[in-house]
């Protein structure tokens, strides 16, 4: 399963979409990138992945790529986007 949020990908003066910038390299274990992609989506900042290499195949195959999936989000947001993902977890008594 590919993972993407880009209703909200900010467009230039023009109408293109701004440029993606790699957020970072995520493991594709069952649960994980699910768990990292719904992180960017809970703040509301658009994303997409892309596996690496035959990984799409070996996803079809196996059930996982063994590779991992590149992030992406748009480059006004690479900075928000990895405070975000580094912030330490808040829990609720």
């Known amino acids: ?16 979409p701004e440029e993606k910038a790699l957020l970072c390299t995520e493991a594709d274990v069952p649960g994980s990138l699910g768990i990292f992609c719904s992180m960017l989506e ?11 290499g035959a990984a799409e195949y070996m996803k079809l195959l196996v059930g996982r ?17 990895r405070a975000l993902l580094a912030a330490p977890p808040v829990w609720e008594e």
Do not use: C
């Not at 063994?66 to 947001?77: F, I, L, N």
């Open 1 to 16: 399963m590919e993972f993407a949020l880009l209703e909200n990908w900010p467009k230039h003066a023009d109408g293109t």
């Open 42 to 52: 809970s703040f509301g900042v658009p994303f997409f992945t892309r596996r690496i």
């Open 65 to 81: 790529s063994g590779t991992g999936a590149e992030v992406y989000v748009p480059q006004s947001w690479l900075e928000e986007a």
